[in-house]
């Protein structure tokens, strides 16, 4: 029997869905040497392909959190989307500020008969 079919053999045919907690605790196996691939994905009834992908997300994450990190600097909750909300938002104020401005410029150089 080749190892293709013993790891879909032991899985059963069903897909298994890994929790976020499961998935953090293959990547510290694996980390800390305490499990190979073929180990980690045998304990939790999976493919060895998604020890390999859960291992590989878990790291580029842990990559994009330390780089996000400043020394000395309390930790920031807003996602990237919040930042890009709240500047869309300040961005809109200005507009409409810019707007309101130039309403009252064109009124008083203009007068308000020219426009009814």
Known sequence: ?????????STGGKRT?????E?????????SGQATQREAAERFQVDR???VHACRVAKQGALDALA???????????????RQLEE????????R????EQAVELYLHQGKSRWG
């Not at 029997?1 to 053999?9: G, N, P, T, V």
């Not at 869905?17 to 907690?21: A, E, I, K």
């Not at 869309?88 to 507009?95: G, K, M, V």
């Not at 500020?97 to 309101?100: E, G, H, I, K």
């Open 49 to 51: 392909s998604v020890v």
């Open 97 to 100: 500020a810019t707007v309101t």
């Open 17 to 21: 869905r890994l929790g976020p907690s």
């Open 68 to 82: 996000a990190s400043v020394p000395g600097r309390r930790a920031t909750t807003k996602s990237a989307e919040q």
């Open 23 to 31: 998935k953090y605790e293959i990547y510290v196996n694996m980390l």
């Open 88 to 95: 869309a938002q300040t961005e809109i104020e200005r507009l």
């Open 1 to 9: 029997m080749s190892e293709q079919q013993k790891s879909s053999a």
